[in-house]
Nanobody, 124 residues
Framework: QVQLVESGGGLVQAGGSLSLSCAASGRAFSSYAIGWFRQAPGKAREFVATINWSGTSTNYADSVKGRFTISRDNAKSTVNLQMNSLKPEDTAVYYC?????????????????WGQGTQVTVSS
């Protein structure tokens, strides 16, 4: 059974940092790309960042570029999202998801399994 579990969310002041983690189990983690998405109240889920199977290719939404960094540790089957210089508009539930064939994509419909999400709240 494939399972993705996010952790690391919480409440932080604007300008602060948080590190999210996505722990995967149930299939060959190193074969899959991982994406982070977020959904704010009343808004559609949107792409945040993605990393390919080997960690050599990443892509970011323009809104987080330069502030967020995605990385992975295939030995530990985890992907991290380091979030710096947080803004109130980053407040959302953050989800990680995996994608077959290992290549990055910003399209959420290409992702197969999803975690339950972790809440990030940035106060002004």
């Amino acid at each position: 059974q494939v399972q993705l579990v996010e952790s690391g969310g919480g409440l932080v002041q604007a300008g602060g940092s948080l590190s999210l983690s996505c722990a995967a189990s149930g299939r060959a983690f190193s074969s899959y790309a991982i994406g982070w998405f977020r959904q704010a109240p009343g808004k559609a889920r949107e792409f945040v960042a993605t990393i390919n199977w080997s960690g050599t290719s990443t892509n970011y939404a323009d809104s987080v570029k330069g502030r967020f960094t995605i990385s992975r540790d295939n030995a530990k089957s985890t992907v991290n999202l380091q979030m710096n210089s947080l803004k109130p508009e980053d407040t959302a539930v953050y989800y990680c998801a995996d994608k077959r064939y290992g290549l990055t994509s910003i399209n959420q419909f290409e992702y197969e399994y999803w975690g339950q999400g972790t809440q990030v709240t940035v106060s002004s």
